[in-house]
């Protein structure tokens, strides 16, 4: 199965960038469940730019800065936000339906939420992501070039080595892929491109869609690509609670529009935390949250907009005032109730300014990649931005270099090797493990970690870890194990990026260590150790990748 261009993930990222390089030659989309099955087709914010007269590229760089704790890297963020504007315009061409203004037509409506000092949040009332999924779909299932595969799983990627200078540079000629029929099938191409998206799934309680498991971060590391700030794990402050919620978000452009946080007998509270209120950034809500509800013993804490026309609240919140009706609170009239979740990782990958990674021909995009734009924190509604700057850049440097890329040929590879393997006996093996990570995740490296916890959380996971690779060899991989194997390494990362960080950054909170520290003002940069004795064995790299410049 041969490619120009194999790209594995279908939310904003991946559909973008297959759009785009379709121009130069064969593409290859796989997903790994149906189309619609990414978190850009739940993101309910919208996506922020510099759209309005009163707004500056100074402010919305500003902006992200702060919200990034001192570790975004300042060339990125001004290339994003620069191009931002840009990229708007391309998916409004590509029929994305904006809201636009009641009293004049030629602009967008703008929402505002945590952490933005104005209103630059381009929406679809509070739902963006479909409208952005729906219209890009629409254009990749036309594009001739580009050959869409649903229930595809990626197992890993193909990597080859190549030594020159005395030194030896590994190369992506694309991955194993887990076809629908259950074979193990090789995927060559000569740009394979991760855009699988986040790994919120590692957490108990996520916003995240179910296909957030790391796997591009997990097999870009297995195949030795460097990693970047895995501590710095995004919990959304406001989830439903409520039994039969699963990962319901309740967008921030709620409190963007005026809701407010109170506990069950009507007390604000976060006045003590912030002069921004509800709105000040993500980390430091989600920890307040976190607090009052260990200080109290409740359950959840409350979001209140019913002080709002219920009108506006019905037109401008339409998905949530349904979700949440249906499950018995009509938000126009009580608040609802709320707990922070797990919802975005801002490390990943590494990735340069044109999506490179660490790996010659390997590219990641989206929530997989770290590219510095969010450093410690990502500011609300970054990340839509994210993923369509970078699909454009990666594409232009594929562009610049299509005459050299064009000409690659893929090494044949090895066919999949099954080995001993047997089908898989008893799905409890799985379903245990699964379970088990995401527990311990959630108890032992949350929002407010310690080292104590982080140690034996440590230790549990080398255990998991180990027995999900016995799995991987013994039994005919499938669908739940490739997932269950990529979130066990993400734990792994996670764990050994939270440790390294001495200090309390942006989403890292560790009570050892409460203060920013300067000698950790820099990334946790690391990858697999080669011939470590066991397989995640984690070295972190001399060179630290970038070091941020002072914010
Ligand atoms: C939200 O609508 O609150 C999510 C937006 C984001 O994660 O940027």
Redesign the pocket.
């Known amino acids: 199965m041969d490619a120009d261009f194999l790209v594995i993930g279908s939310g904003i990222a991946g559909l973008s960038y297959a759009l785009r390089v379709a121009r130069l030659g064969k593409v290859i989309v796989v997903t790994k469940k149906r189309d619609i099955d990414t978190a850009t087709n739940l ?4 996506i922020a730019a510099v759209l309005s007269n009163d707004d500056s590229f100074e402010l919305h760089e500003q902006d992200t800065l702060i919200s990034g704790a001192g570790l975004c890297d300042l060339d990125v963020v001004r290339i994003v936000v620069g191009e931002g504007p840009e990229r708007i315009k391309d998916l409004v061409d590509i029929g994305v339906q904006f809201v636009k203004e009641e009293k004049n037509k030629n602009h967008l409506s703008l929402g505002r ?1 945590g952490g933005h000092s104005r209103r630059r949040v381009a929406h679809a009332y ?1 739902l963006t992501g479909k409208e952005i999924e729906r219209a890009l779909l629409e254009k990749v299932k036309a594009t001739e070039n580009i050959t869409f595969y649903e229930n595809h799983s990626v197992v890993d990627l193909l990597v080859s080595e190549k030594s020159g200078d005395g030194k030896t540079q590994k190369f992506c000629v694309g991955a194993y892929v887990l076809e629908e029929n259950g074979a193990v099938v090789p995927y060559r191409a000569k740009i394979t491109t991760l855009c699988t998206g986040g790994c919120g799934k590692v957490y108990l309680y996520t916003s995240n869609p179910d296909i957030s498991t790391g796997d591009g971060i997990a097999m870009a590391f297995r195949a030795g690509a460097k990693v970047a700030n895995m501590e710095f794990v995004q919990f ?1 402050p406001t989830c439903l609670f409520h039994p039969q919620a699963k990962n319901f ?1 309740i ?3 709620v409190r963007g529009e005026g809701a407010i946080l109170i506990h069950k007998d009507g007390t604000r509270f976060m006045e003590k935390y912030d002069q921004r209120l509800e709105l000040a950034t993500r980390d430091t809500v989600a920890r307040a949250i976190d607090k009052e509800m260990k200080e109290r013993g409740v359950d959840c804490v409350y979001l209140d907009i019913s002080s709002k026309d219920p009108e506006f609240i019905k037109k401008r919140f339409p998905n949530i005032y349904q979700k949440c009706l249906t499950y018995g609170i009509d938000i126009t009239k009580e608040p609802i109730p709320v707990v922070p979740a797990a ?2 990782m801002c490390g990943g990958v590494l990735a340069d300014i044109w999506g490179r990674t660490s790996i010659e021909g390997l590219f990641a995009l989206g929530e997989t990649a770290c590219t510095g734009l969010h450093g410690g924190n ?1 500011l ?5 931005l994210e993923a369509v700057v970078f699909s454009e850049r990666a594409y232009q440097y594929c562009e610049k270099y299509w005459s050299i890329i064009s000409q690659i040929r893929v090494a044949a590879v090895d066919e999949w090797k099954a080995g001993k393997a047997i089908p898989l006996e008893e799905e409890i093996l799985i379903n245990h493990n699964w379970d088990l990570i995401r527990r311990t995740m959630w108890n032992y490296v949350g929002i407010v970690r310690s080292t104590k916890r982080l140690e034996l959380a440590r230790q549990r996971m080398v255990d998991i870890a180990m027995e999900i690779e016995q799995h991987y060899r013994d039994y005919y991989v499938t669908a739940n194990m490739v997932e269950l194997r990529n979130i066990a390494w993400i734990a792994l990362m996670i764990i050994h990026a939270a440790l390294k960080r001495k200090e309390s950054r942006g989403l890292h909170y560790i009570v050892d260590y409460p203060g920013q520290d300067e000698r950790f003002h820099c990334w946790e940069v690391f990858c697999k150790k080669e011939n470590g004795k066991s397989p995640w064995e984690i070295e972190s790299c001399s060179d630290k990748g970038k070091v941020p410049e002072l914010a």
């Open positions: 993101a309910q914010g919208g939420e509070d959304h978000l967008s921030e452009a919802h975005y990502r609300a509604s970054n990340s839509l």
